[in-house]
């Protein structure tokens, strides 16, 4: 199966739009976006720029920051980059547009399944997708004999192994810190365990055996890792593979790029991308998309102007440019080694990430609550029983529980 083909389904809809040298229009209307920081959001917004009167943040705390910014009065940011979960604290508040007229106007190139609807409306637009899957040092473990790790019982083994042999202190690298990568950590392993969030009535539902050894999963692997492991995220975990200190993780597929940047990296041809490792029901990872929204407090000609740069920043010249950058969305785009974990991840059963206004709770209280168990304050069920109340409140704030 084409990669393309396996990776739809989990990201719900494609973009595309034409090729054009450069930017196709000047743009005369100022414009400002705020998105991640990683490459594939670099390479799209400096297309953007290339029309002109455009202004990018790149920050990586870009999901804290967007709700407030996009409730200003005007927004502070005509353009926001978001994915699967970012999208829904924008929608919930009323601060994103629907994108059907502009769609109408400036998207006979886009195909209706390639746009993210809600409600019947169009509400974003997709132009690539993520997982998190396996990345490990193949010269380290071609050097000890270790096989391609297929579970985690693997990756411990191999790290134990790699550990004793005096490779390496820390062999296993992750996205631990506290509060989203801790808390999507967790959602990875419990999804690969088979594990449901939520009973009847939004009820939360993962106080059990799949929660108990998705906990122990993770804090297994800390006996390999950094002890500042709270504080790790994409970035840390990116450098810790360019400057050769650790040699497995189960990292964003729009990070392996950067492992062969020869600026920045000394491992450049010594990364593989593999499938994230198999829980007991499926790969421990979930499918992502990316995409643009905009936001609703602007005038009629900023957003003309923003959907039209828009498209610009993820045309086929800007793809076929950074092809791989990312698991481009888009015709132009040519599948090769980096794309490989994403791909066997997805082929094996990986899921997409659950989105939903229940979810965005729990996935907050995953994120505040699972240091406790991380750091030995708590034991798994005490730990998973007061994100539960956590969970149960917040939710009963939102509405989302009425018992």
């Not at 980059?81 to 970012?86: E, K, P």
């Not at 993210?116 to 132009?127: N, P, Q, S």
């Not at 497995?248 to 020869?262: F, G, K, T």
Request: aromatic share 8%; with cysteine.
């Amino acid at each position: 199966m084409k990669l393309k083909t396996i990776l739809m389904a989990g990201a719900m809809s494609i973009a595309a739009s034409g090729a054009w040298a450069a930017c196709s229009f000047e743009n005369d209307v100022p414009l400002k976006s705020l998105s991640a920081g990683f490459e594939a959001w670099k390479a799209v917004t400096d297309a953007m720029a290339e029309c002109g009167n455009f202004n990018a943040s790149l920050d990586q705390e870009f999901r804290e920051k967007q709700p407030e910014a996009f409730a200003a009065s005007p927004s502070l940011y005509q353009i926001g980059g978001v994915s699967n979960t970012t999208l829904i604290p924008l929608l919930n508040a009323g601060t994103i547009r629907p994108l059907d007229d502009l769609v109408e106007k400036y998207g006979q190139n886009l195909l209706p399944n390639q746009l993210i609807k809600v409600d019947g409306k169009t509400m974003a637009i997709a132009m690539m997708v993520n997982a998190q899957h396996m990345m490990y040092r193949n010269d380290v473990l071609a050097d000890l004999g270790i096989a391609e790790p297929a579970t985690y019982d693997d990756v411990l083994a191999a790290a134990a192994k790699i550990k004793d042999a005096g490779v390496m202190e820390y062999p296993i690298g992750g996205t631990f810190k506290t509060g989203w990568n801790l808390g999507q950590e967790f959602i990875n392993m419990y999804m690969g365990e088979g594990g449901s969030f939520f009973g009847d009535g939004n009820m939360p539902a993962i106080n059990n055996e799949q929660g108990v050894k998705a906990l122990e999963t993770l804090k297994a692997m800390t006996d390999y890792m950094d002890p500042e492991y709270l504080v790790s995220d994409s970035t840390y975990v990116q450098q810790q593979f360019q400057q050769g200190k650790i040699a497995m993780a189960n990292l964003w597929a729009s990070r392996a790029a950067a492992m062969n940047d020869e600026a920045e990296s000394q491992v450049v041809g010594k990364v593989t991308m593999s499938a994230a490792p198999m829980g007991s029901a499926a790969p421990a990872t979930t499918i992502w998309w990316d995409g643009f929204v905009l936001a609703s407090n602007m005038s009629d000609e900023e957003a003309d102007a923003a959907f039209r740069v828009m498209l610009e920043g993820m045309d086929e010249e800007m793809v076929s440019a950074n092809n791989d950058a990312a698991v481009w969305l888009n015709p132009a785009y040519k599948a090769g080694e980096l794309a490989a974990g994403a791909a066997a991840s997805a082929q094996a059963g990986a899921k997409a990430y659950p989105a939903s206004g229940p979810m965005g709770i729990m996935h907050t209280a995953l994120g505040n609550g699972l240091a406790d168990f991380m750091t030995g304050a708590k034991d798994a069920q005490t730990t998973l029983a007061d994100i539960e109340a956590d969970y149960i409140t917040a939710a009963k704030e939102a509405g989302l529980i009425n018992n």
